[in-house]
């Protein structure tokens, strides 16, 4: 074991130089554009892959490959055997001009590497594979088999990951599935995630005049879509930050005083919380401590708004449409597909009949809950703690895996969330970053975690 820490201590610099390598790759799921560098940066990490010592192969799917990659299996009899998932797609970058450097050109400042899929996901994967690496390279044996599964489709609801994974059943079969792709409090507040959210995706369009009109000649005497829009998006949500579609929390399992008391004890200061968002004032449901509105309760938001003219100047038009990009957040035993169509009805219900309304589905994905109790829980939380020198803690998640409760289904396995992002790392926004503290010592979780999950699936 000391072998391994060390090898992973000796290569520190040359770990930070590939991780820059493979941000490198523009690798963004949501443009048709990048698919190519989707293509370069898988067939990147296949070659790393097999250079530090795996069995590593790409799977063509209808969207952007998938890889597999695994360490040579022992001849002598069976080992438990892990899977590690990730993602190499990334976010889309923009707004490019509020980047302190270019997304794709990865910078190094103090003990951060900036770059888009710094955290989110490239830095959380490469760190269990080099942590793979230093068992491999320094010939200290590794207790299981591990298998890495990355994909390209995570940031656009991972469409062909269930049949891949359905198909690969065999060689994808597992005694946990590992996941580093959520977050941690602090440095000193390593995390198992025991909950995320779920998610459903929409696009709506109103339809108004055939062509923008002029707005003095016109306006007035037809409806103006953008504004529309803006009252049958604004009476979604009343004052108190209630969502005010009928049914909406009709599934939602309240939070149990037990896991009130929980979630209260993780420290947040609502200060430092306002300063790192940059808000003036929280907004959030009313009865609801923050931690609880972010994950544990069901949200309804604009992600994207667009109609009539944006470029300099101004310009007098009633615009012919206006659209919204849709996405809610469920929580358990929400279900994606009644969300969407209670939502949909109910759009359909409050439409005026001055506009036509487009509504067009998305992605969906279900929230994930899981009692965090069990052995390998034990296993995995006695890792972070080794890694980390501090007692980790139980969280749950708002962000979301759309893959992760298909693939523990399918595989009729556990996962254990062990995310190495900070709040501050930037995921989905300009400047992502990564702590290389985290990547060091997300290496060393990686590498005490293998014994210690071996341990407990004998
Ligand atoms: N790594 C995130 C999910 C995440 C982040 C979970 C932080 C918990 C804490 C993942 O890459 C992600 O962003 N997923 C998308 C999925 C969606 C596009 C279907 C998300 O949550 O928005
Ligand atoms: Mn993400």
């Not at 604004?234 to 009709?250: A, C, Q, V």
Request: aromatic content about 8%; some cysteine.
């Amino acid at each position: 074991m000391q072998k391994v820490n060390e090898y992973l201590k000796e290569n520190e610099g040359r770990f930070i130089a590939q991780l820059a390598e493979y941000i490198r790759f523009p690798s963004v799921s949501a443009q048709p554009q990048h698919k190519n560098d989707l293509q370069a940066c898988a067939e990147w990490l296949r070659r790393h892959c097999e250079e530090i010592g795996l069995d590593a192969k790409l799977w063509p799917t209808t969207g952007n490959p998938i890889l597999l990659a695994r360490t040579p299996r022992s001849r002598t009899g069976r080992r438990p055997h892990f899977l590690v998932y990730g993602h190499y797609d990334v976010q889309p970058p923009e707004p490019f001009d509020l980047w302190k450097s270019p997304p794709f050109e990865p910078r190094i400042q103090g003990r951060s590497i900036f770059g888009r899929g710094a955290s989110d996901n490239k830095g959380q994967h490469l760190a269990h594979m080099n942590a793979i690496e230093a068992y491999l390279k320094t010939g200290v044996e590794l207790p299981c088999d591990v298998t890495f599964l990355i994909e390209g489709e995570e940031e656009v609801g991972s469409a062909s990951l269930a049949a891949f994974a359905k198909q690969h059943r065999d060689q994808l079969g597992c005694d946990a599935l590992v996941i580093s792709d959520t977050g941690m409090p602090g440095l000193k507040q390593p995390a198992l995630t025991y909950a995320l959210r779920g998610i459903v995706s929409f696009e709506i369009k109103l339809l108004g005049p055939a062509r923008d009109l002029h707005s003095g000649i016109f306006g007035g005497s037809v409806e103006n879509p953008a504004m529309a829009l803006c009252r049958l998006l604004g009476s979604l949500r009343d004052h108190r930050g209630r969502i005010t579609i009928p049914g909406y929390y009709d599934d939602v399992v309240p939070l149990t005083r037990y896991e009130r008391k929980e979630l209260a004890r993780l420290p947040f200061s609502q200060r430092a919380y306002q300063k790192l968002l940059g808000v003036r004032r929280l907004f959030g449901e009313a009865g609801f401590t923050p931690t609880e509105q972010r994950t544990a309760r069901p949200t309804f938001e604009i992600n994207g708004l667009t109609s009539g003219y944006q470029g300099e100047g101004s310009k007098t038009i009633v615009p012919a449409w206006a659209g919204a990009k849709i996405t809610m957040r469920l929580v358990p035993r929400q279900k994606p597909e009644k969300i969407r169509q209670l939502v949909f009805q109910y759009m359909r219900r409050v439409c005026p009949p001055t506009v036509r309304m487009e509504l067009t589905a998305g992605h969906g994905a279900e929230p994930y809950f899981v009692s965090p109790q069990g052995a390998k829980c034990q296993a995995a939380l006695r890792a972070l703690k080794q890694a980390f020198g501090c007692e980790p803690v139980l969280i749950r998640e708002g962000g979301s895996l759309p893959i992760i409760n298909e693939l523990t289904k399918v595989l009729r396995t556990e996962a254990l969330l062990l995310g190495l992002a900070l709040p501050d790392d930037n995921a989905h926004s300009p400047n992502e970053k990564f702590d290389l503290d985290c990547f060091a010592k997300g290496m060393l979780m990686s590498a005490g975690l293998w014994p210690e999950l071996a341990q407990a699936s004998r």
